[in-house]
């Protein structure tokens, strides 16, 4: 059993772009970002053979996605979200770990994400699952202006 399974999360499953699907994680990362993707930004996902899109359900709702993009030897988490009420109880460490079980059966090296600055929780959550911060973008985010943090994991050397 996954140590997410046993501590009462779900294990993470791969997505379908279906409607009701789509319409689920549009609605989730609506509640989480401030500049969120469209619908058809994730049609598009599903659509694209480099990228695999993996959820939590509860109770048969999506609580969480994640939104990993492979090509080559890198994988980007390009998307992670968990619904307000459970963050912090370990739904996107479950995530983030599936996310790097996938890059690595993807044969991709490392995990590179980018994450606002002002972002803690979540800086935390990277950090404490191996992910190192080498470099930034300067004002990349907008609502509100932000800096970006580039992180990588490096699975293999």
């Known amino acids: 059993m996954p140590a997410a399974e046993a501590r009462g999360i779900p294990a993470p499953v791969t997505l379908t772009g ?12 609506a509640a989480s970002f401030s500049t969120p993707w469209s619908k058809d930004a994730f049609k598009a996902s599903f659509d694209n053979e ?11 709702e999506l609580v969480a996605y994640a939104v ?3 090509l080559f030897e890198t994988s980007d988490l390009q998307d ?5 009420d459970l963050r912090g109880k370990e739904y996107g460490k479950a995530l983030l770990s599936d ?5 690595a059966a993807r ?11 002002g972002n803690a929780p979540a800086r935390a ?11 930034r973008r300067k004002n990349y985010y ?6 970006a943090l580039l992180y990588q994991r490096i699975l293999k050397e």
């Open 18 to 29: 279906d409607p009701a699907t789509v319409d689920a994680i549009a609605a989730l990362e």
């Open 50 to 60: 480099f990228v695999e899109i993996s959820g939590i359900y509860e109770d048969g």
């Open 68 to 70: 990993l993009f492979t």
């Open 80 to 84: 992670i979200a968990v619904r307000e």
């Open 99 to 103: 996310c790097v079980a996938r890059a």
């Open 107 to 117: 044969g991709a090296d490392r995990v590179c994400l980018e994450v606002r600055e």
């Open 125 to 135: 959550l990277y950090e404490h699952n191996g992910f190192r911060q080498f470099g």
């Open 142 to 147: 907008a609502y509100p202006p932000e800096d």
